[in-house]
């Protein structure tokens, strides 16, 4: 059928508007193309489109009170004025009152809850006491469309008119809202995988940043009772969604604990994303946990995601949770007790599915009675609390450690294999390692760099782990006993006896693996000092 001349400019501005918009990939770009097009049809006064999302400002809204059902509404995503209005500040007071529309509720709502067209020659009664007399008296004709795709309805299209709504527009508009909602679910579809993709960025360069440390002690190294007690314990709490502390002094593994217990949970398929709570600049911490939109401070860009939504449906583990600082705690405990946040310059509330680890090597308690943890921060943090001990409390435990260290650090350095002599053990279980075993992996990998191929050696500090002579002796005197005291000679005596006897164990081989040196524990060159004092010499 041959359009009627009237009505030809009107069909073709729709055309050409369905053909730009095609392209789009943006939800809120494509919308706001619309309206703007859509207000500058001749006879048109104002453009209006709501989509249908979850509910998110229901304290604030003024529509709350009709809200039957707060868990998803009509979202006023973009809406625009003619350049030549009707004037006034009502359009002002209809942005504001419909921000949020629930659904069923006045003329916008019912349009969403039943899916039907509203056409009109007097705006709706709601509509024109939200608008003012000056706007009513200036608006003669209302087409309410829904935007729907696949027969389900995403939002609603709203023109209102300057003359009564001519008689083909609202079939052209129906057209034109299905078209809108095939392109708003490509949009939609093509925003998701730009989403699913920064995720997948996001998550790669926070992981990226602590695949290294992740790996730093292996896997979960020892026999000893202490180590046993550990795994029973992060088997107990791994299939639950329970927040942990875990608690240690630094270098003992923590970091390794809350990685077994994501590598265990139902969330291991999502990421585990490390942050150290001492790392971060004070200004940065909201920024660095909870994003920040562009332009929210100076630097700031572009959007950017933070550490919680990052981690979403998996687990952020919270490293010196004790070093967050007192006036932001609050914040860290909303997002763990009611799982929302706002990015910094956003209002809009974002909310994340995360598990809790936290861990410290502080002693909380203490820093909640001296005010500087707030103690409800403390209770939902230490639902589930598990120690680390100490390397001097599971020293059972240092043959197994120090050899799968040593067997890493050759690989990773590219070294030569060394291995590793009784005496070597002896030094160790009479050192107390401070640092833990972040120390001893330490101490390991420089005595293997050191060695060059040769013996190893460990320089440990004076009176602590010193070989041989630190070794406690194969008897030992109870009190109220009597020890046998050798004199200087008898002493000298047995220094040569017991050199000598290694000298012929060895064929008297000083250097090297199986060597004289390394069964002593001591340097080559200790020994060839020692054999030229007692005046030793080899046989024939």
């Not at 795994?231 to 107990?236: L, V």
Request: charged residues 25%; contains cysteine; glycine residues 10%.
């Amino acid at each position: 059928m041959q359009l009627a001349a009237d009505y030809r400019p009107e069909f073709e501005s729709l055309r050409d508007l369905l053909l730009e918009i095609a392209p789009e990939r943006s939800v809120e770009r494509l919308l706001r193309k619309v309206v703007q097009q859509l207000a500058e049809r001749p006879h048109a006064v104002q453009a209006w489109v709501w989509l249908i999302d979850p509910g998110d400002l229901c304290a604030s809204c003024p529509m709350r009170p009709r809200c039957a059902d707060q868990t998803r509404c009509l979202h006023l995503i973009a809406n625009a004025e003619s350049s030549v209005g009707p004037g006034g500040d009502g359009p002002g007071g209809m942005e504001r009152m419909l921000g949020r529309v629930p659904l069923g509720a006045g003329t916008i709502g019912r349009i969403a809850a039943t899916g039907q067209p509203v056409i009109s020659n007097d705006p709706p009664a709601d509509l024109r006491e939200l608008g003012g007399r000056d706007w009513a008296q200036a608006v003669q004709g209302f087409d309410g469309q829904p935007i729907k795709f696949q027969n389900q309805v995403l939002g609603v299209l709203a023109q209102f008119n300057r003359i009564p709504t001519p008689e083909q527009t609202p079939a052209w508009l129906r057209i034109f809202a299905d078209h809108i909602g095939a392109a708003v679910a490509n949009a939609r579809a093509f925003e998701e995988i730009e989403k699913l993709k920064a995720q997948l960025e996001l998550e790669n360069t926070f992981l990226q940043e602590e695949v290294l440390e992740a790996k730093a002690f292996g896997d979960m190294i020892g026999q000893g009772p202490s180590v046993k007690q550990l795994q029973r314990q992060i088997e107990m709490v791994a299939p639950t969604d329970a927040t942990v502390l875990i608690l240690g002094e630094s270098g003992t593994g923590k970091e390794l604990v809350a990685h077994e217990i994501h590598k265990r949970s139902r969330r291991s398929g999502r990421p585990l994303i490390r942050v150290n709570c001492a790392s971060i600049p004070r200004e940065l911490y909201e920024s660095e946990f909870f994003g920040h939109i562009k332009g929210a401070f100076t630097g700031a860009v572009k959007d950017r995601a933070g550490r919680f939504e990052a981690a979403q449906g998996g687990t952020l583990f919270l490293d010196e949770v004790g070093e967050i600082p007192l006036e932001l705690q609050s914040k860290f405990l909303r997002v763990l007790q009611e799982g929302q946040y706002e990015r910094v310059g956003e209002e809009r509330t974002r909310t994340v599915d995360v598990r809790i680890i936290a861990a410290t090597n502080r002693d909380l308690p203490k820093e909640v009675e001296s005010g500087r943890f707030r103690q409800d921060l403390f209770y939902r943090l230490d639902v589930v609390p598990i120690e680390v001990a100490p390397l001097r409390e599971r020293k059972e435990d240092i043959p197994l450690l120090a050899a799968h260290f040593l067997e890493r650090a050759a690989s990773k350095l590219h070294l030569p294999p060394a291995r590793l002599t009784q005496a070597h053990i002896v030094q160790f279980q009479a050192y107390d390692w401070p640092g833990n075993i972040r120390e001893l992996q330490n101490r390991i990998e420089r005595a293997l760099i050191l060695s060059q191929g040769g013996m190893l050696w460990f320089d440990f500090p004076t009176g602590a782990g010193e070989g041989p002579a630190a070794e406690p002796p194969a008897s030992v005197s109870l009190p109220g006993t009597e020890a046998a005291v050798l004199t200087d000679l008898q002493m000298r005596q047995r220094e040569r006896d017991n050199i000598l006897a290694a000298l012929n164990q060895t064929g008297w081989k000083i250097h090297g693996p199986g060597g004289t040196a390394e069964m002593l524990g001591i340097k080559p060159t200790t020994l060839i000092s020692r054999v030229k004092r007692l005046g030793l010499k080899r046989p024939g």
